[in-house]
């Protein structure tokens, strides 16, 4: 089924208030009509700045990780309705580098995916393994049981989520999954999300994990894939620009 593509920039913890105007100006300056969704995800502190910029463009905004609570004694948080309020329209949740360094859990992710879409916030759920569970044979163990977390908690809203297939040893390190790995994952997700909902074939599943200018075309053009998140080729405006071209 061929659906429009969504091209994701994950910025991380990079950019500050000038830099981050550039990157967007370069961005606004040769995006044209693009025949792709197109998303960037700044650094929660900068949502106001980036719903100024953005404002009235073919880029919508979007967040890095939103709390699993709706308000009140979570020191540091920030919920699904503040988000909103600056015009936020998706939010990654469960990205590797948390699960990793911020202990999220499956459940922690699954929870967060629910305030979002609570918010009417489309979340942007990774999954992925790591070289040592792909090693030892995992790879579809880890991948459905992170997936399976947010379809037992979402149920049949689960077909208004993204879901983003990111292999932990391809994130920042230049080793993109192959074409035909990431199109085999990508077949398993869509074979567990049409087991939870008959909408599964909205459902854009994205790959990331070093893709970039060079490699985009030839992921984006396997049938389970359905657009990318990005995060280094993200920060580069040709770059990122040459990827959106290559989802059309
Ligand atoms: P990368 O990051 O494109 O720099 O590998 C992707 C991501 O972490 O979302």
Redesign the pocket.
Known sequence: MSKRKLIAG?W?MNGNLAANEALVKELLAGIGQPACDVVVCPPGVYVAQLQGLLAGSPIELGVQNVSTHENGPFTGDVSADMLKDFGVRYAIVG?S?RRQHQAESDVHVAIKAKRALAAGITPIVCVGETLREREEGMTEFIVKRQLAAVIHLNGHCTSEIVVAY?PVW????GKTATPEQAQSVHAVLRAQLRAATEQADRVRILY????NAGNAAELLAQPDIDGG?????ALKAPDFLKIIGAAA
């Not at 998140?229 to 080729?233: K, R, S, T, V």
């Open positions: 994950n991380k990205h580098e990111e391809a994130i920042g390190t990331g994990g070093s893709m998140l990005i995060g280094g080729a």
